[in-house]
């Protein structure tokens, strides 16, 4: 029985489901399968044998260091042996690496042993980490310095934020020698724009193959039945309801988008509703946004987006676009940006492309859906759970890994 062992930062959320729904088809295809997260992550049922990695202290003190001296993937010394040591007595015939940081691992000390390991390696890019100096995304502020060697960082106050040195010269040198002579190595980019970027990269010279994302579509739904309840829980009876949704609502995932929209829209007509608040967002959110907390129930999350009548996403640089293929799945029109990923799963049939920070062009297409009828509605809204089933079935996409999975371990046995 071949032996498959993930590792992410987390084993819910986003990334965290992807990781979980991988293992249940390799479990359905007759494989084992171990998934190694984060111990200052929430735990969670789960098929597969989980590995917690660290300590809630370890990442503590990982997190202290890199806010002061920029050293994101650098610690962790202890807890990443403690992987090495169970890796070994588990014998994957597959790693498979998502996100590796997230204060819980030692990336050097990680590829040091998958050099020695000689096992195929997948790794699947979700954001833009692996090849820079210090970010997860470079769009925002339009640096290039990834393409030849990262230095005097504009983003060092951003996610994993270092508050005193900037270390991103240091760190893209390291990532670089880190990532050298890897012999099996199969990189994973969530989408055709991420994949083009990272073969500019100092990833370029190995292989890509490209998998977007899957969803679950037996639980991302149209779900008409919960709509008048939710409306009634939140008070959101006769209006047109704009929903967005975030892990961590910031300036980067089009925070102020929201608010701008808020001012612009006349609140009679229209409400929004804002998930994923942390206490502090709510304190922030003006008259007419609803804002609901941040759920791990996907029911919960697959009735909101089902009650909307269209999802807007306000990130300008996603490498995928998770909750735009959900709220799709769902029945449910969106608007993106022209931006990065974020177009590349919308058509003109399932919702509207506007320019990056275009909010006159938003409101446009938002009063152009509203004004529809509701046949011309129930028939876009057809259009765009068509589109999720056909595109971003998790089934069809985690055969595509088991199909990858096969083939380099047949490659690595001759």
């Known amino acids: 029985m071949p032996t498959l062992l993930q590792i992410n930062t987390c084993i819910n959320k986003s990334t965290g489901r992807i990781a979980q729904q991988i293992g249940e088809k390799a479990i359905t295809c007759g494989w084992q399968s171990y998934i190694a997260y984060s111990a200052r992550e929430q735990q969670c049922e789960s098929c597969s044998v989980l590995l917690p990695v660290g300590s809630k202290r370890d990442a503590h003190v990982h997190a202290l260091f890199s806010r002061l001296f920029d050293c994101q993937g650098l610690l962790s010394k202890k807890s990443t042996k403690q992987l090495i040591e169970n890796i070994k007595k588990i014998r994957p015939d597959v790693i498979h690496l998502h996100n590796i940081h997230g204060y819980y691992l030692n990336y050097p000390l990680l590829f040091q042993f998958l ?51 900037d270390r991103s010269k240091r760190n893209y040198n390291e990532k670089k020698e880190a990532y050298a002579n890897m012999q099996n190595l199969i990189l994973v980019p969530v989408s055709y724009w991420l994949g083009d970027v990272t073969r500019q990269s100092i990833l370029g010279k190995y292989s890509a193959h490209v998998i977007q994302n899957g969803i679950d579509i037996n639980v991302f739904f ?44 006349p609140k009679e007509k229209f409400t929004i509703v804002m998930v994923g608040c942390t206490s502090n967002i709510m304190r922030q959110l003006p008259d007419g946004i609803v804002g609901v907390p941040r759920t791990n129930s996907v029911d919960e999350l697959a009735e909101l987006y089902s009650t909307a009548d269209i999802l807007f996403n306000g990130s300008y ?50 009063w152009e859906d509203s004004a529809k009828s509701e046949k011309c509605r129930r028939l876009m809204s057809a259009r765009c759970r068509e589109y999720a089933v056909e595109h971003f079935d998790k089934e069809e996409k985690y055969k595509s890994y088991m199909e ?11």
Do not use: M
């Open 317 to 366: 640089q996603e490498t995928f676009g998770l909750v735009t293929a959900e709220a799709l799945a769902c029945g449910t029109p969106v608007i993106v940006y022209n931006s990065t990923a974020c177009s590349e799963i919308v058509t003109p049939k399932t919702g509207y492309i506007a320019e990056p920070k275009n909010i006159d062009q938003v409101l446009n297409f938002i």
């Open 222 to 265: 149209p779900r008409t039945y919960a709509t008048g309840e939710v409306r009634r829980k939140y008070r959101l009876q006769g209006k047109y309801i704009i929903i967005g949704v975030a892990t961590g609502w910031s300036e980067e995932v089009g925070l102020s988008s929201f608010f701008e929209l808020r001012k612009k829209l």
């Open 115 to 165: 050099k020695e390991y000689e096992k195929p390696v997948v790794w699947t890019l979700h954001d833009c980490w692996a090849f820079t100096g210090h970010c997860v995304h470079y769009t925002d502020v339009g640096c290039f310095l990834w393409k030849t060697g990262c230095h005097n960082c504009p983003k060092k106050k951003s996610y994993p934020s270092s508050f005193l040195f």
């Open 404 to 414: 990858l999975y096969s083939e380099i371990i047949n490659k690595c046995k001759l």
